[in-house]
């Protein structure tokens, strides 16, 4: 068996400083940067994955090279969270990931697991498939995607999955989706994995059997997913919790690497990297909510939407009272500087607020109606700890 080489690395290792349970080093510190990190939406992006794989294996260059797509089977495993900065942090916990081939490739805009996984899906960019966050405004209403409610409830019905997100799952191919049982009916699996064969897992032991199963039912394409080291990270932050997290996830690479039969390949990705941002929280000064309407999106990545007329007040006041640990931006210099990808639909920009709000260092934006859990890891702006991600590959 062939793992192709080591991973490339731009990361200077000795600079880490340790496994970042701390969260310091390059999980909280050295993120804070002059402009964003604009995804790569024409090169190294996760939307581009799967049409190299299964379209124009040209696509991949050399971060993902046309052997790959010539496989007769693939696997592509997903794993929610695994940053490319956190994974060089956490070398000594992860031998399998350190001996594959590849190196870093950049998620979408923002950087969090609804739109990441829908461009992985589709493989088009934010602006073309229009789930442009966590949360989005949708009329009065704001969408949480990943359990397709609203303040009023369940909105499957009233925003059908389907016509919300319209671009053609996996090329119009019809792979088998392993993915956690739960997620079968959901709202955001009908929008983003229509067209595949679902085949759920309640355990990581049993998501390896479906994987397996998938192989040896011939299979040209197996479409996985895991949540672990994200939720570890939202929950508990970039100890020694998310570090076990690492080697765990490490350690099922290595099993679907033992799976694969002659002539496949496996391929490893992530929809995000993910920040420690313990408590450093940040409250709108009274100027900005005073003008805001609606917020949506998520605590790293805000939009702030406001009365017809207003959004040049907005703006001047997010940029006077947040702009030293963040990137305000009107909607216009979103669009125009590609931070969504270089289109953006008519239904997306409907979609979108009057000024975002984007955090530099590792600090989160509170929206007081979002409520639910405190969470110490984050995700969601555009710093290259979020935006970069593993693309490595094995092959038999």
């Given at each position: 068996m062939s793992s192709g080489g080591s991973p490339v690395s731009d990361v200077d290792s000795s600079a880490i400083g340790g496994s970042g349970i701390d969260g310091s080093g390059i999980d909280g510190s050295g993120i804070d940067n002059v402009e964003p990190h604009v995804p790569d939406y024409q090169g190294a992006c996760v939307s581009n994955v799967l049409p190299a794989i299964l379209e124009v294996p040209e696509l991949g260059g050399d971060w993902?090279?046309?052997?790959?797509?010539?496989?007769?089977?693939?696997?592509?495993?997903?794993?929610?969270?695994?940053?490319?900065?956190?994974l060089e942090a956490r070398r000594s916990l992860t031998p399998t990931m350190n001996e594959m081939a590849g190196g870093p490739i950049d998620t979408v805009a923002p950087s969090t697991t609804a739109t990441a996984l829908t461009s992985i899906c589709t493989g088009v960019s934010p602006g073309e498939h229009g789930v442009v966050g966590y949360r989005i405004r949708v009329g009065s209403e704001t969408l949480n995607v990943l359990r397709w409610t609203t303040e009023n409830g369940d909105a499957r019905e009233r925003i059908v999955p389907a016509s919300f997100q319209s671009s053609d799952p996996f090329l119009g191919r019809t792979p088998t989706v392993v993915s956690r049982s739960e997620f079968a009916e959901s709202g955001f699996s009908q929008a983003h994995l229509m067209g595949g064969t679902f085949a759920g897992y309640r355990t990581t032991a049993s998501m390896l059997v479906e994987i397996e199963q998938s192989i040896a039912a011939g299979q040209r394409l197996t479409y996985a997913y895991y949540d672990g080291v994200d939720r570890i990270g939202h929950e508990y932050g970039h100890g020694r919790h998310f570090d076990a997290e690492y080697a765990f996830a490490d350690g099922l690479i290595g099993a679907i690497i033992d799976r694969l039969p002659p002539e496949a390949a496996l391929v490893v990705t992530a929809d995000h990297g993910q920040v420690h941002t313990g408590d450093q929280l940040h409250a709108f000064h009274p100027d900005v909510s005073n003008l805001v309407q609606a917020m949506s999106g998520e605590a790293r990545f805000r939009w702030l939407h406001c009365a017809p007329g207003r959004a040049s007040d907005l703006f001047d006041a997010a940029t006077a009272h947040h702009g030293d640990h963040a990137w305000v931006r009107t909607v216009d210099e979103i669009v125009e500087q590609g931070v969504l990808g270089p289109h953006v639909s008519t239904e997306a920009r409907q979609r979108l607020g009057d000024v975002a709000v984007m955090a530099r260092g590792v600090g989160a934006f509170l929206d007081p109606s979002e409520g639910g859990p405190g969470l110490i890891g984050r995700h969601g702006s555009v710093t290259p700890a979020e935006v970069q991600v593993p693309l490595l590959y094995a092959s038999t």
């Open positions: 993902l090279p046309a052997a790959t797509s010539q496989a007769r089977q693939v696997v592509v495993f997903v794993i929610d969270g695994l940053g490319w900065h956190q």
